[in-house]
């Protein structure tokens, strides 16, 4: 997998993004672009992300961002590209 | 960004809330080089080959479930049909195929595995003979195996034969079943025009035209299609046969994407997408339930043949255009055990067996895991399985029964079959008979619409 998009839907609070691209970086993940909106009260970051360099493999940072996931009462989902690709774009 | 936060979102949430999965990769495998002249080593040589041939399946699907973040919910076998690997032989040596296909089946991690079948649209050969027999025995000592016999085409006509053995055997699988409620049942399919690249269960074989190995793909989401066209309550049938298109090619093209996925991973070339969309007992993920959320009061009110055409078609042009190669059954499936909003219109009294049949007509597969009483008459059985078969034959499509006479329930009982098997209610049945018909025997030519030369 090289580039996957990260979908992050939860309560807004402090800090969301910064723990989330922290847990990124500390894996030498790149953010390639990122889009984040707040409707009532419901956070919702979309990033799209750059595994190639990536020191760590996909199962160990799926369960960092679970566990992050867990505490901030998020809902975390880290997919390759190609699913959004296929299902939206002839 | 390339696709839109609101795309990304909505791909999230299919997943997430509406239940969107692969309902399963299924790798075909061909068992015609096993065949020796003694069945103890050709069932050991089965064994090898599927053991060898399909170790990576489950590893490489859950490797593929953790990239996409897509729930690929079952991860199945299917090979050529056992009758073709076994000569005249007795009833004990095909069970022992059977146990060789379950231990394999268990041994590489698949819930099932299918092709314990035979095709017998226009007769018997000694090994399909051999087989059909051992159906309710085999069925019995396995848990993972299903099977399935194929009794008519539209080219060959019905083996009416065939329909009255199976009617008998159908019965016996049940009372050899009967303290899990007949469940053996559950995995036996009675076909007319079987597909060969089928990949759902329990009607899934590797045909004799299909290659070497294979990997087919179902897709689901009925519950995706049911959010979709909640959106549009108001509006008229062109719409809502628009919305139901669109959602479906999204919907397959997870189903295109995951199968190619595999098919790379695997080695193995990519066969077909079926774009039936399976239900389960889960709530949220049932086909009756969109009917209803078309405007009908309950699934089996008059107007549901109608909202499952519309259903059916719709799915279809929406899913061939994201697919390259389609195939199996590719229609909305109404599986009464495994679907909650079927298993509630029985309950209710709105939907009944000649409803059934009569939306097998404009949808496949047919009269799936159908729950009737224990006492009911092996003919009767084999006079609703030739009903359902003669809509296949004479309609040019597949059709298929999988019917649990459970063994000492009346009606309105439930048995609970567990797990994707789901609970069915105990539906009743025409109590005129039927058994003089049944008892003629022989063969119902083909229909008029075989002669396409």
Not at chain 2, 57 to 71: A, D, F, H, T
Not at chain 2, 278 to 283: K, L, Q, S
């Amino acid at each position: 997998m090289t580039k996957a998009v990260l979908t992050v839907i939860g309560i807004d609070r402090v800090g969301i993004t910064a723990r989330i691209s922290t847990c990124l970086a500390e894996a030498n993940i790149n953010i390639l672009d990122i889009s984040q909106t707040i409707m009532q009260n419901i956070f919702t970051m979309v990033m799209l992300v750059d595994l190639s360099k990536s020191t760590k493999d996909i199962d160990v940072i799926t369960e960092e961002l679970n566990k992050i996931s867990a505490e901030l009462g998020l809902n975390t989902q880290l997919q390759h590209v190609d699913v959004f690709n296929s299902m939206h774009r002839i | 960004m390339f696709i839109s936060p609101d795309e990304i979102t909505q791909t999230v949430r299919m997943i997430q809330e509406e239940h969107l999965d692969i309902r399963t990769v299924t790798l075909g495998i061909n068992l015609l080089d096993c065949v020796t002249g003694d069945i103890k080593t050709t069932s050991e040589k089965i064994y090898d080959k599927i053991c060898r041939t399909g170790s990576r399946l489950v590893p490489v699907c859950k490797s593929i479930e953790k990239e996409m973040g897509i729930p690929i919910i079952n991860k199945r076998i299917a090979v050529t049909p056992v009758s073709l690997l076994v000569g005249n032989v007795c009833l004990e040596d095909c069970v022992m195929i059977a146990r060789s296909l379950e231990k394999a089946a268990e041994d590489i991690g698949v819930n099932f595995i299918g092709g314990y079948t035979a095709l017998v649209h226009k007769g018997y050969t000694n090994g399909d003979k051999s087989l059909v027999k051992s159906i309710p025995q085999a069925l019995n000592e396995t848990k993972r195996v299903c099977s399935s016999v194929n009794v008519a085409t539209t080219k060959a006509g019905i083996n009416m034969d065939a329909i009255r053995d199976m009617g008998i055997l159908i019965k016996k699988a049940a009372e050899l079943s009967k303290e899990t409620g007949g469940s053996a049942c559950a995995r036996l399919v009675v076909f007319a025009n079987a597909p060969e690249d089928n990949p759902f269960m329990a009607g899934a074989f590797h045909g004799i035209g299909e290659p070497e190995c294979v990997i087919n793909v179902g897709v689901s989401g009925p519950g995706v299609v049911k959010s979709a066209i909640e959106k549009v309550r108001d509006k008229d049938f062109t719409v809502l046969a628009e919305t139901i298109k669109k959602t479906a090619f999204k919907i397959t093209r997870m189903g295109q994407l995951i199968a190619q996925e595999a098919s790379r991973n695997l080695g193995v070339p990519f066969g077909i997408v079926d774009l039936s969309l399976a239900p389960t007992p889960a709530i949220g993920d049932s086909v009756a339930r969109i009917l209803e959320e078309m405007g009908l009061e309950c699934c089996g009110a008059h107007g549901t043949t109608t909202a499952l055409a519309i259903l059916n078609d719709a799915v279809k042009k929406g899913g061939t255009m994201a697919s390259s190669h389609v195939g199996g059954l590719s229609g909305a499936f109404i599986p009464v055990s495994e679907d909650e909003g079927m298993i509630n219109a029985v309950s209710m009294g709105a939907l009944s067996l000649e409803k059934l049949e009569a939306m097998t007509c404009v949808c496949s597969v047919g009269l799936d895991m159908i729950v009737v009483p224990g006492d009911t008459p092996a003919s009767t059985i084999s006079a609703i399985i030739a009903d359902e078969i003669a809509i296949g034959v004479v309609n040019n499509k597949t059709t298929a029964v999988r019917i649990i006479p459970a063994p000492g329930r009346k009606v309105r009982d439930v048995v609970d079959f567990g797990g994707l098997l789901g609970r069915g209610p105990v539906m009743k049945v025409n109590p005129f008979g039927s058994e003089k018909f049944i008892d003629r025997g022989g063969r119902i030519p083909a229909p008029i619409q075989s002669l396409r030369n």
